[in-house]
């Protein structure tokens, strides 16, 4: 069974930088697309990067697009996403989650899904 473990959070300077892991296990994850969310207070969990593991094809949410950089180490089972000049909307949980579906965007196209991972970014 996939399992996701994200770890890398915590609280950060607006303007700073932060990176988030997500080591997997359980799968054979060439076959994959992993994903990042986020989920705010009070808000619907949105979709912020994901990668395609076996091409490693990425693609962003408009809001982070030129901030944040998704990538992958095979070599670690390890999906990372880089975090650059936060700000204070960028605070949230953030989950890291699986899926069989090359283009998946969206949390319905997502099977498996860490614990998250908590973003805090003060002003």
């Known amino acids: 069974q996939v399992q996701l473990v994200e770890s890398g959070g915590g609280v950060v300077q607006a303007g700073g930088s932060l990176r988030l892991s997500c080591v997997a296990s359980?799968?054979?994850?060439?076959?994959?697309?992993l994903g990042w969310f986020r989920q705010a207070p009070g808000k619907a969990r949105e979709s912020v990067a994901r990668?395609?593991?076996?091409?490693?094809?990425?693609y962003y949410v408009d809001s982070v697009k030129g901030r944040f950089t998704i990538s992958r180490d095979n070599a670690k089972n390890t999906v990372y996403l880089q975090m650059n000049s936060l700000k204070r909307e960028d605070t949230a949980v953030y989950y890291c989650?699986?899926?069989?579906?090359?283009?998946?965007?969206?949390?319905?196209?997502?099977?498996?899904w860490g614990q998250g991972t908590q973003v805090t970014v003060s002003s």
């Open positions: 989650a699986a899926s069989e579906v090359t283009t998946a965007w969206g949390e319905k196209s997502y099977d498996y």
């Open positions: 359980g799968g054979t994850f060439s076959r994959y697309t």
């Open positions: 990668i395609n593991w076996l091409s490693g094809s990425t």
